[in-house]
């Protein structure tokens, strides 16, 4: 099997392996997680306070009267 695996570094040999990693590296996937909760957190923001879209009538006949209480 050694035959197979010449041409692949084994993990020992990969820079990233047991918490090796530079501090670039840390510091590139920290930024990215972070800009990624921030734009998460717009959208999340957005999608809150959105008006909703999804009425049904038109501006003669709109079918709800604004007026009416709920029956209890």
């Not at 957190?41 to 008006?51: H, Q, V």
């Amino acid at each position: 099997m050694s035959k197979l695996n010449k041409g692949e570094p084994s993990l020992e040999k990969i820079d990233d392996y047991n918490g090796n990693e530079s501090k670039q590296k840390r510091n590139t996937i920290r930024l990215v997680v972070i800009l990624l909760l921030i734009v998460g957190g717009i959208f999340a923001y957005l999608k809150s306070t959105s008006i909703p879209t999804d009425y049904v009538g038109t501006q003669e006949q709109s079918n709800v009267d604004g007026n009416k209480k709920l029956k209890e």
